[in-house]
Structure formats: C-alpha cells, structure tokens
C-alpha cells in the first residue's frame, strides 16, 4: 500500500485560473446611449416602411434617462453605506439591472432585526458575495436562511450571523439544487452535526468533496476508512489536493519515512505548515533520534514539544541500556555456574 501511495502521488493537477472584466462605468453614460430621431421622409421608397408610431419615439430617451438616474441613485445609495458601486459592478454586472428597490430591501432585511448585521458586516458580506444584492429576496435569500434555522440546525441569529461572515457564499447557492444535496451528502459519511461545519454547504459534491475522499481511496485506503477520515476532521475537504495533499504526504513517507495509514489516525496532520511545523519537528526529533506519535510531534507547544522529545530520548536510552545489560548479566549468571 505505501508504494502504490508513493507512485499515485508523482502525478500532480494542473493549475486553472479564471479572469473577467466588466467594461468601465464611463462606458454607461447617456450620452453613449443610441438616440433617435424621426425626420419625414418625402422619398417614394418610404411609403414601403410605415412610420414608427410616436410614443415610441419619445419614450426612448425618457427610458435612457430613467435608467441613467437609476444607476446614479445607486451609486449615492450604495456610496451612504461604504460600499463602492463601480469596483462591485466590475465583479457583479448583473448589479447594474438589478432595481434599486429590490437592492434596498435586500440591505433592510440583512440590518435589521432578526438578523441585524452590522454595516461593517455587510459590507464585507457584499464583497465577498456580490450577488446578494442581486438576488430575489422572497426566492433566494429568506429560503436561504430559512434552510440554515431549521434543516441545518443553526440555534440562533447569532450563529446563523457567525456562519455567514465564516462562509457569506451560502447566500449565493441554490437551496434545491446546492446546499440541500450537499447536506445530505455530509450526513451520509457520518457528520451528523452539519450546523458545526456550514462552510462545506457551499462546496460542491461532485467537484469538490467526492474527489477529496476519491484521492485517499486512490492511495490505497477503502471508501470507508477514507469517508472516517473526514468524519473525524471535516475541515480536511477545505484543503487543496495539489497544494496540500501532495507534499504533506511525500514528504511524510519519503522524509520521514512514516506510513501513510499513520493519517487515518491523525488527519489534523494536513492542518499544519510544512515548512514552519511539520519539517522543523521532524527535523528534531531525528537529530535526538527519537519517533513521537505524529499528534504528540506537532499539536504541542514549543515548550511541550521539547518536553516530549527529551522524555523520549531519555526513555530511548534507558531501553538501550537494558538491551546492553542484558547479555552481560546473562554471561555473569552462566559464569557463575560454571564455577
């Protein structure tokens, strides 16, 4: 099992990157909207186009204006809350349709009791999660809510509070078509208390939580044991499998020559830095010599750490010395017969 683990992991993910820009406000100003105008046409061809009727006519520039004062009403709107319209429409351009009625009773009804963020709250739920602007109030977000009280379990507004700064993208996923199936998924592999762990609501079954489970399964571990790994620590499904996964893993049977079941016991072992924890306490221990459990090697402090490595090293001994005593003591006794 540790070699087919060592042979999986030389493969490695390619990297994706995803860019978008949205064309710059100045682009939207009136005078960059089309303007029409309607001259007589005297010329026998006209009689082949029947005239425009001219409501249309005069209604096109009130409705270039409407929408023009619209976006500015917007703008000073979202500008009285600290939050900055043009760098949001860049991330979010569905904002620049979205009316300003819709937007406002989205701001009422998330700073206002029950739920009561505070503006400073809001607006970093704004930024990381654009789209709550934007979407239905009636249809989206309150079943959002909804979901999280009474299927997740959240206690309170204050939790529910706490999930959302933790994880504001819930506010933009599908009840029906994201989080519901997500949570059952989660309930299926044994995290009964999801309320706990609502960041993974947002993620993905197919395209991120499955191939997680997937790559232990991969390295040898059944379906079982891997789904256990992740009862025992969920937040394991938030690390990357090519920035975390993979080097933690070399380097825990190549460097340290560990076996790579020893995870499935301590799978908090992919929280830790490589660099700033994981090497520098391998490092030390084989510099004494000494093999500590790997949740005594890195969950401890400084000052634990080295306590645990000197009893260890001092115990390391003591066994040496028997094993050296012991074959002396059995000459003396054979000796002492023979005489």
Do not use: W
């Amino acid at each position: 099992m540790q070699q087919e683990a060592l042979s999986f992991l030389s493969s490695t993910l390619p990297p994706r990157n995803h860019h978008h820009l949205f064309p710059p406000f100045s682009r939207l100003r009136l005078h960059n909207f089309p303007s029409l105008s309607f001259k007589p046409n005297s010329s026998p061809s006209s009689i082949f186009f029947p005239p425009n009727p001219p409501d249309s006519l005069s209604s096109a520039p009130s409705a270039a204006g409407a929408l023009e004062s619209d976006i500015h009403e917007k703008l000073l709107y979202l500008d009285t809350l600290g939050i900055d319209f043009l760098t949001l429409l860049n991330r979010h351009p569905p904002l620049l349709s979205s009316p300003l009625s819709a937007v406002k009773s989205v701001v009422d009804y998330m700073t206002t009791p029950p739920i009561n963020f505070s503006l400073p709250d809001l607006r970093r739920l704004v930024s990381m999660c654009p789209e709550l602007l934007t979407s239905p109030l009636t249809s989206h977000t309150i079943p959002v809510i909804t979901f999280l009280l009474r299927e997740v379990g959240v206690d309170s507004t204050f939790d529910l509070r706490q999930a959302l700064r933790r994880r504001p993208r819930l506010l933009a996923c599908s009840v029906d078509l994201q989080l519901r199936p997500t949570l059952y998924f989660l309930r299926g592999i044994g995290i009964l208390e999801p309320r706990r762990h609502t960041y993974l609501l947002s993620c993905s079954v197919e395209g991120k939580l499955l191939p997680r489970i997937e790559f232990f399964e991969r390295l040898g571990f059944s379906r079982r044991s891997a789904a256990a790994m992740f009862k025992r620590f969920p937040q394991l499904f938030n690390y990357s499998i090519g920035e975390n996964y993979e080097p933690k893993l070399n380097y825990l049977m190549g460097e340290m020559g560990r076996d790579v079941r020893e995870v499935l016991e301590f799978p908090q072992y992919f929280s830790f830095s490589l660099e700033n924890r994981i090497k520098p306490r391998h490092v030390a221990c084989a510099g004494r010599g000494v093999r500590l459990p790997l949740a005594v090697m890195l969950k401890t402090k400084e000052d634990g750490f080295r306590d645990a490595l000197e009893v260890q090293f001092v115990l390391n001994d003591s066994e040496e010395l028997k094993r050296m005593k012991k074959p002396l003591v059995s000459a003396y006794i054979l000796r002492e017969k023979g005489r």
